[in-house]
């Protein structure tokens, strides 16, 4: 399914800039008798992987990266060590890579909403600048019916494998409960995909699903293991040490089936020098193994939901790894970046060095509570990760470990602030106001201004 854009969508600065790239790039070979007179094939790929922690990509203490392949296509880039995702679930942050909103400013605050087609997206813009747009992915979460097809010339959702016995999902049917695919094939069709892809210039985005639960579901001599059986037994309280050191041993599998399949992806781009490719590799989330007390993800914003693996692979960038502290919402910029496209989307390119003590900012995705609020906020701030609302601020999302008081009080205030706009465009930018964000750290949108 493919959408060709909103009729609704009002005149902007961003469709100015456009317009002007667009009369410069004819009229500038006219004056210069030495422009060339072709263009080098160029192509952008967006790689995200569903529930991929940082230490199973990068290894930590004595084990290794599960993603060995993978590693190393990354080395040839920049990897960024302090990458944060900007919710923990997949929907809230795979809208905020589209768009470079935070949560409360998109409105995808937990899963099941759908991205409103008045947003632009980062589809959107590369298709408007000339490039073509294919997309493939391989979860319902993330199906055409939820908007996130906006921008695509072609959406390719590959679902054929049940979660369970799953016929529902957040209030959607699921057709013959068919949830997800694995990585072969979501390769097979992404290099087919590759193969088809018109024009000078392409946008992908590849999406895999592999290290979500079901764990083990990669390796035919194992049974699966989901959720339902931690929780299950977390809650007898039997077994629990056994049966998280088998979920994490599945998790490292799938994962490693994950990176043979990405391999080829890799050993592709190699294959073709003359195409200039550039590639953003990220996780939507992580997940959790008993680590503070969590399982899963979605309930505890701590680091290993929240640390996720990102790198950027691309002639533009120089090699090596970067203590930056980043998150999901610098992706647009540098795709744009990449690409060399003008745009208004927030957030900072992650081309330039940046400020490795700036703060990421962030939205939990749980189900509304009794007042109907539904989420908390956190914040990374030189690495560490504070939780709450306005109402209380957590050290690393652990009961009992308030924040210090300096930095409790700002971010109550920056949550109450976020609790406000919720998606419903309320300035941030009077003068009180954006001083107060600015000296946290936060850089306001315009996208999220009201209009004069």
Request: aromatic letters at 10%.
């Amino acid at each position: 399914m493919s959408r060709t854009g909103n009729p609704r969508r009002r005149f902007s600065t961003v469709d100015g800039l456009r317009l002007f790239a667009a009369v410069l790039a004819i009229v500038a070979p006219a004056c210069d008798p030495n422009a060339p007179t072709a263009q080098a094939r160029e192509r952008v790929i967006l790689v995200t992987i569903d529930t991929l922690r940082w230490d199973t990509f990068e290894g930590s203490g004595n084990q290794a990266s599960a993603l060995p392949e993978t590693l190393a296509f990354a080395r040839r880039g920049a990897i960024f060590s302090r990458a944060y995702a900007a919710s923990n679930v997949t929907q809230p942050t795979h809208a905020s890579l589209f768009t470079g909103l935070h949560p409360w400013e998109h409105g995808v605050t937990r899963n099941g909403q759908l991205l409103d087609f008045e947003l632009e997206t980062v589809a959107e813009t590369f298709r408007d600048a000339g490039f073509s747009t294919s997309a493939i992915v391989a979860s319902f979460a993330l199906d055409s019916d939820f908007g996130f097809d906006q921008g695509f010339d072609a959406y390719e959702a590959i679902f054929g494998r049940e979660l369970a016995t799953l016929r529902q999902w957040e209030g959607r049917r699921v057709p013959q409960g068919l949830f997800y695919e694995l990585a072969d094939r979501v390769v097979e069709h992404a290099l087919a995909r590759l193969s088809a892809a018109e024009g000078e210039r392409q946008f992908f985005w590849f999406h895999f699903f592999d290290t979500h639960d079901p764990y083990g579901d990669t390796v035919t001599d194992e049974a699966d293991l989901g959720l339902p059986e931690l929780y299950a037994a977390a809650a007898s309280k039997r077994d629990v040490p056994a049966t998280l050191a088998r979920a994490r041993h599945l998790y490292r599998a799938d994962a490693g089936a994950l990176d043979r399949a990405l391999a080829r992806l890799w050993q592709r781009i190699d294959a073709e020098p003359s195409i200039v490719t550039h590639v953003v590799f990220t996780a939507d989330h992580g997940e959790s193994f008993g680590e503070g007390g969590a399982l899963g993800h979605g309930d505890a914003l701590t680091a290993w939901e929240l640390h996720v693996p990102l790198f950027v692979v691309s002639p533009r960038v120089d090699p090596g790894e970067r203590d930056d502290v980043v998150g999901s919402v610098d992706i647009p910029a540098t795709l744009m970046g990449l690409a060399d496209i003008p745009h208004a989307y927030p957030g900072r390119s992650l081309l330039a060095v940046g400020d490795s003590d700036a703060r990421v900012w962030g939205m939990s995705s749980t189900a509304p509570d009794k007042r109907g609020r539904d989420g908390r906020y956190f914040a990374v701030v030189d690495g560490t990760i504070y939780a709450g609302a306005a109402d209380g601020v957590l050290f690393e999302d652990r009961a009992g470990l308030a924040a210090p008081e300096a930095i409790d009080e700002q971010l109550r205030k920056a949550f109450a602030i976020f609790d406000g706009a919720r998606g419903r465009g309320v300035s941030l930018t009077d003068p009180e106001t954006r001083a107060a964000l600015e000296a946290l750290g936060y850089a306001v949108p315009e996208s999220v201004t009201e209009e004069p």
